[in-house]
DNA sequence: CTCAGTGCAAATATTTTGCACTATG
DNA sequence: CATAGTGCAAAATATTTGCACTGAG
């Protein structure tokens, strides 16, 4: 679910759990308050250190809940554990800093316009995509 | 490596390995054999299932050596362990089917060209990208 | 012969599940 | 007060590592 707030969009994934029938417990409003307070991406590991009190099982079954609500965007990386980031707009992609591994978010229309343009080229019925773009980030950049 | 034969491409991934100076060895010529009669994708699991005679942690040693020579690419996927293929082009995108989760090559200028008008767009230097089609495929459809 | 490579089993990492207990609605 | 949700520990899954042994060069 997302409210606006003064132009800004402010994701509250508590009210996203509520929405789709869950109750409103002690464990889901402290990872959801994690969550919103983390500023990058996240692993369900921080996660679980972030909050000792809430039980490791509690915290992967909230994200797992979150994802296929598609509050939260699962990003599977190539070594370790996968990275999960709050989606702010319906579709986009990510960018993924080599360097310090932290994960932006961007849209380009041009990308959805090469989609249909590739329909014709693949054998099947194209449902959906994914991308992500690699980067040495700025603040990596300038040390 | 890459032998030209009749114009169509034959990727010897026994000789890339050797070329990276590592010895031709029995489990080596089993495991690159399996992978190159696998006409699809396959996981490090499956190769272990296929070559009960090689040892688990050999496969995975080979398989991370491909992957680090370039010969095969490392295709992490949203649940469960990741999928290997040969890379057989340089620089290429996968098409994925939902369904039957069969995995196929494609390579599009477009999408090259639409990295390029990402670069002004993105805080940072981009390196690389990665991206896949979520199809369902041909087969899957007639079924 | 030497030491890179192997197989095994144990360790590690990540996620899921069974189950008895707790607390929300 | 019924049962959804929790925490724990064990299981499941995926991969890596230590180590003694083997075999390629």
Redesign the interface.
């Known amino acids: 679910m997302v409210v606006e707030i003064d132009g800004m969009q402010e994701s509250n994934l508590l009210t996203t759990l509520e929405d789709i029938g869950l109750r409103k417990t002690s464990a889901r409003v402290a990872v959801t308050a994690q969550i919103e307070n983390t500023s990058d991406s996240f692993t369900a590991e921080q996660l679980c250190r972030d909050l000792p009190y809430v039980g490791r099982a509690t915290v992967y079954r909230t994200i797992r809940h979150l994802v296929d609500a598609g509050a939260l965007c ?1 990003l ?3 070594d370790g554990a996968p990275m999960y980031s709050i989606a702010r707009v319906e579709h986009h992609h990510h ?1 993924i ?2 360097k310090c591994g932290s994960v ?1 978010e ?1 849209r ?1 229309t ?2 959805e316009r ?2 249909r ?2 329909e014709k ?18 603040k ?2 300038a040390e």
Chains 1, 2 share one sequence.
């Open positions: 699962k599977p990386i190539l960018t800093c080599t932006g961007f380009h041009t990308v090469v989609m343009s590739l080229e693949i054998d099947g019925r194209i449902t959906g995509h994914r991308m992500e773009i690699f980067i040495i980030c700025s990596c950049l």
